[in-house]
């Protein structure tokens, strides 16, 4: 099924208030007598799909390349990310995401800031705001939200693909995932592997396919899910008003405890805040 932005688009918020109410529905389980898994994530332009960082920077007509590129930076993160004389105590082993933790070895990479093929999702509403919220302050934004749930297939060799990715966690190897380019799978990698993964009760979207748009597969799956249970709200989409950012921050600093030193407790993080703080206030200000 074709994505359509239009009926997957819950409303335009103009003002904390609504978020704050939008947020006692997640909270509350409005949606569903029996408990909901939210998985939320921010984006602070209107791009309308769910594209990774790798394949919004690489041509989609050329699979082998794309795929050579990633191959070369996954093995060149890891030759020098075994030397790096600074690395903290709180990161992974270079031999925790070695040869066969491909997963593993692009989340630490997502981490360096390094483009990959996969997508960040919290289960914090407030935290996806902050991502939603933090950069472009004159452009509207835009939150989505999954119901954790979908991932569960009823296809019974998709569901042993999946839970093969759940256990890689403290185990050597991984599923050849990325060999299944022609499958539209999607699966959550939730290594916890850094200060920030944890800190911003993280975990990513993959798919087998490096330019599949996760909006797209995400719609698929709730399609599927909703044949089997009728439910409007497996995948769905905000859009944020620019007017409403600046308030947005301010609330979350003031009420939540959530800014710059909490979501990003590294000094990478802090240098990816500052270059966003840099352009807000010089858009503003010129």
């Known amino acids: 099924m074709a994505l ?8 335009t918020v103009p003002s904390v208030s609504e978020l704050m109410n939008w947020n006692d529905h997640f909270q509350s389980g409005r949606f569903a007598a029996e408990p909901r898994t939210w998985a939320f994530r921010g984006q602070p332009q209107l791009f309308q799909n769910l ?16 795929e050579l590129i990633e191959r070369e930076l996954i093995d060149d993160f890891r030759k020098h990310y075994a030397i790096l004389p600074d690395r903290s105590a709180d990161m992974p082993q ?17 981490h360096y800031e390094v483009p990959t093929r996969l997508l960040d999702w919290t289960s914090d509403f407030w935290i996806a705001l902050y991502f939603a919220c933090g950069t472009d302050p004159g452009a509207d934004a835009e939150l989505w939200l999954y119901d954790r749930q979908i991932l569960v297939s009823h296809d019974q060799s998709r569901q042993d693909e999946l839970a093969a990715i759940e256990a890689r966690v403290g185990s050597s190897s991984e599923p050849a995932t990325f060999a299944r380019r022609s499958e539209r799978l999607l699966a ?14 993280a975990h990513h979207t993959v798919a ?36 409403c950012k ?36 010089r858009t503003m200000l010129t």
């Open 208 to 243: 087998a396919n490096v330019f599949d748009d996760h909006a797209q597969l995400l719609n698929d799956l709730a399609t599927q899910a909703n044949e089997t249970k009728p439910d409007t709200w497996y995948f769905r989409r905000f859009v944020i008003q620019s007017a």
């Open 51 to 66: 594209a990774p960082s790798f394949s919004r920077a690489v041509s989609s007509s050329a699979h082998a390349a794309a």
């Open 94 to 110: 270079p031999t925790d995401i070695g040869p066969g933790a491909d997963l593993k070895c692009l989340s630490v990479m997502q």
């Open 246 to 281: 600046p308030k947005v921050l301010k609330f979350l600093a003031d009420h939540k405890k959530i800014t710059a030193s909490t979501i990003f407790p590294d000094v990478v993080g802090l240098g990816r805040f500052l270059r966003w703080q840099f352009e807000s206030l």
């Open 4 to 11: 359509d932005i239009t009926a997957l688009t819950v409303a």
């Open 188 to 201: 959550e990698v939730d290594p916890r592997l850094t200060p920030r993964m944890k800190q911003q009760l």
